[in-house]
């Protein structure tokens, strides 16, 4: 008996290895545990076991049956791969084939460069705020020290509504605003838009600055210079430097220029730097005591420090974009590049 | 402004390069534009001695002539007629490269050799004005003491250099050679030379000046009137130097007593005038506003019409001169003028400045007094001119000046802080470095303590404070220390919360999904032509904020809707061949509250498609999509805004405002724009959407056991709402309703006309039990009787 279970186990196990096809597999199945099959008919041979072997006999069936079972399992499994295999083979699609379902727009490059701009001065604790656009002289102008028929008035070239409201040409007319109703020490910024009667290759008659405005006890032209420095390096890169130059500004003083080293070559010499490595980006300066005075702060206490720049050019530096009328005509082919 | 490098070296010795002075300028705040140097085009050009002069062999018309050239005799071949033997001439060498471009070379004439070219004034880029014979038809025959071989600039003068500099409104007083020469006496550490201000005068004559003019101040605005007399006045050319001087800073000599006065304008910065005695009338010079009505000749032979805001120097009857801005022909200087009075004034600016607006003229001397000229000027600016008078020996200076001040201008005492200025500067300067610098720039500064004792000078109006002190250190000192400080991080200051604008983080919430969904943003001029309200079928017409000064048609008024950006954007877009157009812009919109006041200006988001398969429900996807990222309570009823379709349009409202609108566009917009008639528009007022409590989200429980869902189709008349029929399904679901949608509309002839079948999606849930058949057949059989009796449905 134990032969012949031997015998049946070699025999189905040199057949299983010759299987080809998933349906012989069935077959030798039927032919080994069917209701006639051989492990069928050798179970039902126990009757005739005696008593004393049969626990060994039954052991040894059992045995067999598990080990045939085990080799099928692992033929199928491994036809079932075969077939899975060839499957997916077939389902291959070209990767090539362009993708779909979403279509992606893009933010405006100014609108972008607003928002990465207040996150980083939000984060340096200035708050975020605005002003009309339509302003009053008062505000444009002689809050910010520059009084009607002053020389200082002939820096800029004003659109105006009637003698006293002017479409403002500097979003330092905020600067006023903001002052008669805070309280230092704060710290503000203002995007937004601002108009001047000029256009040509490079002027825009539209065009958006940033403002910024420090005051509390104490601020000086070195930390304006930190500040500054912190801010440039987070939207230009960690390597850039920044180099003052006097300048005027009614609203400060001592007023000055930034130049902001070179993004695009790192200082060595392009053509948006025109070859200097510098860029000249922002007016800047300590705010003018009269400026506090007027604006009913204590300039004896308090001190600020102010600084501005173009957000268009530094949209145009950022994204290299070569052409200011790109920037107003929103033209899909060019807002594309935006993503 | 021009500034002479040699003019400079007239006050100070200056031992470096016109580049070297340039760049130390512009480091201190007076920005060189630009270095011009006069002799740029005059290299290889020397005086010439015309020896001998024979016909050309092979040509009737040239000559042959033989030049000493101080180092040698050269041939040079010309057809000038006005040459001679013994003329003194320039002449242009091999290598020269004059400004009209002729490059000079040796070459051969008709077989004879020619090393050069006699040249003309023009090709010396002079005229007749500057040097006598420059403006003839022919060769410039020189004077016979110039010596041959001497290099021209020289010999004429033309070897100055011109630094062009950016003067910023708040350095009037250096607009002037002195003034620029104080500056460069302040970088390279020197003193200035003195200025000579001296004149003969005969001290015992008993002739006054009062004998020959007097002076009546009638008018605030005249700070200050000084008026000289001269007598033998000679009106003649002025020498050389001189006309070089006015010449190289672009001023054209005229004769003795007008050089004088342009030459201390430009020297001193004081603006002279010179009238010819014998014609103000009735010696009387009379400073007033002139009366409405009055004209006044100008020099520029257009006649002026003046008012009450016009100041003028008169004479008994009439006015002579717009006072500092523009003389008269007949008061001026003539070529027989005998007797001359001088007028040194000083005005205030303002007044200057609105005069030189109203007239649309602009001078050197109304550039000087609108940037304000100080009242001490005023004597400075006359004494030099007399000194130039008997310098040049062109009259005799009466004895006494009159002078008439309303305003006086003396050095003013104040004290800085060292520690307030170090304390501004956020850098350590030494005293000694702050008292030598403000010396050096004519303010005397004596260190007492903490304490920075200065005299400024009356030029110096500026100056007034620790900060007015600081300035002028740092930009002295070299605003090169800040490049090694990198951070102080506000050693003094006290913590500031950084917040965002509401408004801003909402509006970027916006563009960013938007930009997501596809969509780019767009930012457009604000200023819009006047006829955009009526393209829009908007009537803002009395509420349009126009420009008084607009810079072209196009951008006459501000935008009142962002719908005429973005359609002129859809159409401009299309025109050059872009497709499936999605746009948007978060800009405001602007409308007059009246005459004198601030505008309302109000921040819109505007979206515009014109895209294929897109309808008005993807639009009021993206419109909900976003309102869904506020805490808004709306309503959507049917719009009846005139520039969408009125039956393809919306007004999203909340209790009673419309926040905004959204639609296809009336096809009379389309036209005026010419966009398709497929266009699709939506605009939410954003300030009422930032105005509203921050979106709060409240997670409802959920139920453990399954949803179920049936579909149900129904007929019902085309005037029965999706809303009427999603509401009455709602309330007959009640406890056991979780959600329901439309999925499918169907006419049919079948169907009949003005019916649709609608099929719904209904999905229903318990939180206490899994639902049985029989109970979800009973709430099915509810909805149908509700939708029958309240809707007329029929189950299809």
């Known amino acids: 008996m134990l032969n012949k279970i031997r015998d049946l186990v070699e025999k189905t196990k040199i057949e299983l290895d010759k299987i080809i096809d998933l349906s012989d597999l069935n077959e030798i199945r039927v032919k080994i545990f069917g209701k006639t099959g051989e492990l069928t008919n050798l179970s039902k041979g126990m009757r005739d076991v005696p008593v004393e072997d049969k626990p060994k006999i039954g052991a040894a069936l059992n045995e067999a049956r598990k080990s045939i079972e085990e080799k099928i399992k692992t033929i199928e499994e491994k036809f079932e791969a075969a077939i899975l295999a060839k499957k997916l083979e077939k389902e291959k699609v070209d990767i090539t084939q362009p993708s779909k379902g979403i279509e992606m727009g893009a933010l405006h490059?100014?609108?972008?460069?607003?928002?990465?701009?207040?996150?980083?001065?939000?984060?340096?604790?200035?708050?975020?705020?605005?002003?009309?656009?339509?302003?009053?002289?008062?505000?444009?102008?002689?809050?910010?020290?520059?009084?009607?028929?002053?020389?200082?008035?002939?820096?800029?070239?004003?659109?105006?509504?009637?003698?006293?409201?002017?479409?403002?040409?500097?979003?330092?007319?905020?600067?006023?605003?903001?002052?008669?109703?805070?309280?230092?020490?704060?710290?503000?910024?203002?995007p937004g838009k601002t108009y001047r009667n000029e256009s040509d290759s490079t002027h825009s008659p539209i065009f958006h600055q940033f403002e910024g405005l420090v005051v509390d006890e104490n601020v000086s032209m070195a930390d304006l210079k930190s500040m500054l420095t912190i801010m440039m390096r987070r939207l230009f890169g960690q390597d850039t430097e920044i180099r003052f130059r006097p300048s005027f500004f009614p609203f400060t003083e001592p007023s000055i220029e930034v130049d902001v080293s070179c993004p695009n070559c790192h200082g060595k010499g392009c053509s948006t730097c025109k070859g200097t490595g510098m860029l000249e980006l922002l007016g800047a300066g300590i705010v003018n005591p009269k400026v506090l005075e007027i604006n009913g702060i204590d300039s004896k206490k308090y001190s600020g420090f102010a600084f501005g720049f173009g957000l268009d050019r530094t949209a145009m530096i950022l994204n290299s974009i070569s052409n200011i009328r790109y920037m107003y005509r929103n033209d899909i082919r060019f807002l594309k590049q935006m993503k | 402004m021009k500034i002479s490098y040699n003019w400079l070296k007239d006050f100070v010795d200056i031992n470096i390069a016109p580049q070297e002075l340039a760049k130390k300028l512009t480091s201190a705040g007076m920005e060189v534009e630009e270095i011009i140097y006069q002799n740029e085009h005059l290299h290889d050009v020397v005086v010439g001695k015309i020896l001998k002069i024979e016909k050309h062999p092979q040509a009737d018309r040239l000559v042959v002539c033989q030049v000493d050239i101080g180092s040698e005799v050269t041939q040079i071949i010309t057809a000038a007629t006005n040459v001679f033997e013994g003329a003194l001439v320039p002449v242009s060498l091999p290598g020269a490269d004059l400004v009209n471009g002729i490059?000079?070379?040796?070459?051969?004439?008709?077989?004879?050799?020619?090393?050069?070219?006699?040249?003309?004034?023009?090709?010396?880029?002079?005229?007749?004005?500057?040097?006598?014979?420059?403006?003839?038809?022919?060769?410039?025959?020189?004077?016979?003491?110039?010596?041959?071989?001497?290099?021209?600039?020289?010999?004429?003068?033309?070897?100055?250099?011109?630094?062009?500099?950016?003067?910023?409104?708040?350095?009037?007083?250096?607009?002037?050679?002195?003034?620029?020469?104080?500056?460069?006496?302040?970088?390279?550490?020197?003193?200035?030379?003195?200025?000579?201000?001296?004149?003969?005068?005969?001290?015992?004559?008993k002739d006054t000046v009062r004998n020959y003019v007097n002076v009546d101040v009638k008018t605030p605005n005249c700070f200050r009137y000084m008026a000289a007399a001269i007598t033998d006045v000679k009106i003649e050319r002025s020498p050389l130097w001189m006309r070089a001087r006015l010449n190289a800073v672009g001023i054209k000599p005229i004769n003795t007593m007008v050089d004088i006065t342009n030459y201390v304008l430009i020297e001193m910065g004081q603006p002279l005038h010179a009238f010819d005695q014998e014609n103000i009338g009735g010696s009387q010079i009379v400073v007033r506003q002139a009366k409405a009505g009055e004209k006044v000749e100008a020099l520029n032979h257009s006649q002026y019409e003046l008012n009450e805001n016009i100041m003028v120097i008169a004479d008994q009857n009439k006015p002579m001169v717009?006072?500092?801005?523009?003389?008269?022909?007949?008061?001026?200087?003539?070529?027989?003028?005998?007797?001359?009075?001088?007028?040194?004034?000083?005005?205030?600016?303002?007044?200057?400045?609105?005069?030189?607006?109203?007239?649309?003229?602009?001078?050197?001397?109304?550039?000087?007094?609108?940037?304000?000229?100080?009242?001490?000027?005023a004597e400075l600016g006359i004494a030099r001119a007399l000194h130039l008078v008997s310098l040049l020996k062109c009259g005799k200076v009466v004895r006494g000046i009159i002078d008439i001040a309303s305003k006086k201008n003396e050095a003013r005492k104040i004290v800085g802080s060292i520690k307030k200025i170090n304390q501004i500067l956020g850098v350590e300067i030494p005293s000694s470095d702050m008292a030598r610098i403000l010396n050096n720039l004519g303010i005397e500064t004596k260190v007492y303590g903490d304490n920075l004792e200065c005299v400024v000078p009356?030029?110096?109006?500026?100056?007034?404070?620790?900060?007015?002190?600081?300035?002028?250190?740092?930009?002295?000192?070299?605003?090169?220390?800040?490049?090694?400080?990198?951070?102080?991080?506000?050693?003094?200051?006290?913590?500031?919360?950084?917040?965002?604008?509401?408004?801003?983080?909402?509006?970027?919430?916006?563009?960013?999904?938007?930009?997501?969904?596809?969509?780019?943003?767009?930012?457009?001029?604000?200023?819009?032509?006047?006829?955009?309200?009526?393209?829009?079928?908007?009537?803002?017409?009395?509420?349009?904020?126009?420009?008084?000064?607009?810079?072209?048609?196009?951008?006459?008024?501000?935008?009142?809707?962002?719908?005429?950006?973005?359609?002129?954007?859809?159409?401009y877009n299309l025109s050059v061949g872009n497709k499936n157009i999605k746009?948007?812009?978060?800009?405001?919109?602007?409308?007059?509250?009246?005459?004198?006041?601030?505008?309302?200006?109000?921040?819109?988001?505007?979206?515009?498609?014109?895209?294929?398969?897109?309808?008005?429900?993807?639009?009021?996807?993206?419109?909900?999509?976003?309102?869904?990222?506020?805490?808004?309570?709306?309503?959507?009823?049917?719009?009846?805004?005139?520039?969408?379709?009125?039956?393809?349009?919306?007004?999203?409202?909340?209790?009673?405002?419309?926040?905004?609108?959204?639609?296809?566009?009336?096809?009379?917009?389309?036209?005026?724009?010419?966009?398709?008639?497929?266009?699709?528009?939506?605009?939410?007022?954003?300030?009422?959407?930032?105005?509203?409590?921050?979106?709060?989200?409240?997670?409802?429980?959920?139920s453990k056991f399954p949803i179920v869902d049936r579909d149900l189709a129904i007929v019902v008349d085309e005037a029965v709402t999706t809303k009427e029929l999603v509401d009455s399904i709602k309330s007959a679901c009640g406890k056991l309703y979780y959600d329901v949608s439309l999925f499918d509309i169907y006419r049919s002839e079948q169907l009949g006309e003005n019916k649709k079948s609608m099929a719904f999606n209904i999905k229903l849930s318990s939180i206490e039990k899994t639902l049985t058949d029989e109970e979800i057949n009973q709430v099915m059989k509810k909805i149908l009787k509700t939708l029958s009796y309240k809707h007329g449905a029929i189950l299809r």
């Open chain 2, 583 to 702: 746009i948007f812009e978060c800009g405001r919109t602007y409308l007059s509250n009246g005459n004198g006041k601030l505008p309302q200006e109000k921040n819109m988001l505007g979206i515009c498609v014109n895209n294929q398969n897109f309808d008005f429900f993807n639009l009021k996807a993206i419109v909900e999509d976003l309102l869904n990222k506020t805490s808004l309570n709306y309503i959507i009823e049917r719009s009846n805004e005139a520039y969408l379709h009125p039956g393809i349009s919306a007004d999203i409202i909340c209790d009673g405002v419309v926040v905004g609108s959204f639609g296809k566009i009336h096809p009379i917009v389309a036209k005026n724009y010419d966009v398709p008639q497929e266009t699709f528009y939506a605009q939410l007022d954003d300030d009422f959407l930032a105005s509203l409590p921050e979106k709060k989200i409240e997670v409802k429980s959920i």
């Open chain 2, 322 to 377: 717009i006072a500092g801005v523009i003389g008269g022909p007949e008061s001026g200087i003539n070529d027989k003028t005998k007797i001359c009075v001088l007028e040194s004034a000083v005005f205030d600016l303002k007044s200057i400045r609105t005069t030189s607006r109203a007239i649309g003229v602009r001078t050197d001397s109304s550039a000087r007094f609108e940037k304000g000229v100080n009242v001490a000027n």
């Open chain 2, 103 to 205: 490059k000079i070379q040796k070459s051969k004439m008709r077989g004879v050799e020619s090393c050069g070219m006699f040249c003309s004034g023009e090709e010396l880029g002079i005229d007749e004005n500057y040097f006598e014979g420059a403006g003839v038809n022919g060769i410039l025959i020189l004077p016979n003491d110039f010596k041959p071989g001497t290099p021209i600039d020289k010999a004429l003068l033309l070897d100055d250099v011109i630094l062009d500099v950016g003067i910023t409104p708040n350095r009037a007083d250096c607009m002037s050679i002195i003034g620029i020469a104080r500056e460069v006496c302040a970088l390279l550490n020197q003193k200035m030379k003195v200025v000579n201000y001296s004149y003969d005068i005969d001290i015992y004559a």
């Open chain 2, 458 to 571: 009356p030029y110096r109006e500026d100056i007034e404070n620790n900060n007015d002190l600081a300035e002028e250190i740092i930009r002295l000192y070299g605003y090169d220390v800040y490049d090694k400080i990198d951070y102080t991080l506000f050693e003094n200051a006290k913590i500031t919360e950084g917040k965002h604008h509401p408004r801003l983080i909402m509006e970027r919430a916006f563009r960013n999904a938007l930009a997501e969904h596809g969509y780019y943003e767009n930012i457009s001029y604000t200023l819009v032509s006047l006829d955009s309200d009526a393209k829009m079928l908007l009537n803002n017409s009395d509420r349009l904020v126009k420009i008084s000064n607009p810079i072209s048609d196009d951008l006459a008024c501000m935008r009142t809707s962002l719908m005429h950006s973005l359609l002129q954007n859809l159409n």
């Open chain 1, 109 to 190: 490059p100014i609108s972008s460069v607003i928002d990465k701009l207040t996150d980083i001065c939000v984060s340096m604790g200035f708050s975020v705020v605005e002003g009309p656009e339509v302003e009053s002289d008062y505000y444009n102008f002689e809050a910010m020290n520059i009084p009607k028929n002053h020389p200082s008035r002939d820096m800029q070239d004003s659109f105006f509504i009637d003698e006293n409201i002017v479409l403002r040409s500097q979003t330092s007319a905020v600067q006023a605003r903001e002052m008669e109703v805070r309280k230092p020490p704060f710290k503000i910024v203002c």
